[in-house]
């Protein structure tokens, strides 16, 4: 409930005080004691990562981490995603539908949304009956008006200023969301088609299998019929030979459904599978980039979306804390009226009468009744605040441990394949002496199998390591905060977030 003053008030008694004002002094003494600041999250984190550092990488080509694969396809495929994909067109969308919102918020502080209101009345008056001195003439009468009133709030302690922050900070958590999603999504493309590559390897590395098991059934079937070897090592080598054929018909079916899950993702669902060809290539990922912890604070757009969603949460409870005070209203109008009768001077005439006027008021409204109400609404958005607070600090730990975990795993992964890579070249040598070995008829059938195995399971492995090296590396540039471009838009919130990085 709220007191109108609408003009002079009595003078009140002397040592006594009224009661409205006895309440509104209350109301400013509490609204005074409920303006407190909310509390400062806690940002604090490590100086380094405890991960092996490795090169500088700028922020410039971290806004681009896919070029720094030296591949021409993966960079095509990220940008076409960026560009025509429905996740990054759906994220547009949503951000377009966020500034829309700010403007017509923006609106509703800044501009009245009081209409300009017309009327316009015509009235026919026929007298059936009248006796002794009558004054209503008999005729039409037309009335119309025009009045534009305007009820504009003196904004004197900051009312609508914090009201802008929510409405800016509230926009910048929409623009890091969508960042985040085509930040995801890039780093979605990028593993997706080092996916399809160490498929397209592992392919290739099956049908040679399957042409040296081919070789190795047609030399055990000849020396079985010279009498060489047995019959049955003849059967072992095609039962090889049909286990390898069986893996090369496997690894074509997950390729065909890896590319074309890929052209799904890039927006291009409707396009053949030879537009995207994928090589069989597991090329090393690029070094470890090196980073500083407190940097996810500014690259990380889901940490910046949680510290916008922060400001406007303590934004929204100044507006709740400011509504204790007194509203100060000012209310102008202006009107214009013209009416039109019949005149007493004889059937027919008429008298037009045209008027303008013009109003000046103020009001002033001060919160009584409904001061326990408003605390409630500030303790609940104080809560609100406190939730934000720690959704923002869970952010920023989360960022660390995600980002520190790539950095390490990543590391681990590259270590991993220059060892394995050293095991597939000794495999495969011993592999090459094991044939010709067994061709000359120096060596049997099982030696030569053992080392085939050998060098089978030494290219898979490497293989599977190169592939998941790669896509760590992915994930260790999307956990630095890479995939863009991480400086303030125009339309940014401005207000401050209460925030500390200590």
């Known amino acids: 409930m709220s007191l109108v003053a609408t003009g002079a008030a009595p003078r009140p008694r002397p040592h006594r005080m009224r009661p409205s004002v006895a309440l509104a002094l209350a109301g400013l003494t509490l609204a005074a004691c409920a303006t ?67 403007r017509g918020q923006i609106n509703q502080l800044y501009i009245p949304s009081t209409p300009l209101t017309g009327s316009a009345s015509r009235t026919h008056t026929q007298i059936l009956d009248q006796s002794g001195q009558g004054f209503t003439q008999p005729g039409d ?74 070789a190795l059934q047609a030399t055990a079937a000849e020396r079985a019929r010279r009498g060489l070897s047995a019959e049955s090592d003849a059967d072992r080598t095609a039962a090889d030979l049909a286990q390898s054929q069986a893996q090369v018909a496997g690894l ?20 053949p599978l030879a537009s995207l060809p994928v090589a069989a290539e597991a090329a090393n990922a690029p070094p470890v980039p090196a980073a500083v912890p407190g940097d996810l604070l500014v690259r990380r757009p889901d940490v910046r979306e949680a510290q916008a969603r922060l400001a406007s949460a303590a934004a929204n409870l100044k507006v709740n804390q400011l509504a204790l005070f007194p509203t100060f209203t000012i ?50 958005q104080g809560a609100r605040v406190e939730q934000a607070a720690l959704a923002y600090e869970k952010a920023v730990q989360t960022a660390y441990g995600e980002a520190e975990g790539a950095l390490t795993q990543l590391s681990a992964d590259q270590r991993q394949v220059a060892l394995l890579k050293a095991g597939e070249a000794r495999a495969q040598a011993a592999y090459a002496a094991a044939r010709k070995g067994y061709a000359a008829g120096l060596t049997d059938l099982t030696t030569a199998l053992q080392a085939e195995q050998a060098w089978r399971t030494s290219r898979s492995s490497l293989t599977s390591a190169r592939t998941q090296a790669l896509q760590r590396a992915v994930q260790t540039y999307k956990a630095l905060g890479g995939g863009w471009t991480a400086t303030p838009l125009p339309d940014q919130a401005q207000a401050a977030s209460p925030v500390s990085s200590r």
Do not use: C, H
């Not at 074509?252 to 396009?271: N, P």
């Not at 059937?347 to 006027?357: F, L, N, P």
């Not at 009001?363 to 009744?369: A, D, F, G, Q, T």
């Open 36 to 102: 407190t600041p909310p509390r400062q999250a806690d940002t604090r984190l490590p100086a380094a990562f405890e991960a092996p550092a490795g090169r500088t990488l700028d922020a410039v080509a971290l806004q681009t981490w896919w070029t720094s694969f030296n591949d021409p396809e993966l960079t095509a495929l990220v940008e076409t995603a960026l560009a025509r994909s429905p996740d990054a067109r759906s994220a547009a969308a949503r951000l377009d539908e966020a500034r829309a919102v700010r």
């Open 141 to 214: 009468s037309e009335n119309y008006g025009l009045n534009f009133d305007v009820s504009w709030e003196l904004d004197l302690i900051g009312r609508r200023r914090a009201a802008r922050g929510v409405v800016n900070n509230d926009l910048a958590a929409a623009r890091f969301n969508a960042e985040g999603a085509r930040a995801s999504l890039a780093a979605n493309v990028a593993q997706s088609y080092f996916q399809a590559r160490g498929l397209a390897v592992q392919l290739r590395d099956a049908q040679e299998n399957a042409r040296i098991a081919g």
């Open 252 to 271: 074509e079916a997950q390729l065909q459904v890896a590319r074309r899950s890929l052209l799904i993702l890039v927006g291009r669902g409707v396009d």
């Open 331 to 380: 209310t102008p109008g202006i009107g214009l009226s013209k009416a039109i009768s019949p005149s007493f001077l004889g059937t027919g005439a008429q008298t037009s009468t045209t008027s303008a006027a013009w109003t000046l008021g103020a009001n002033v409204s001060i919160p009584v009744l409904n001061l326990p109400k408003l605390m409630n609404d500030i303790d609940a």
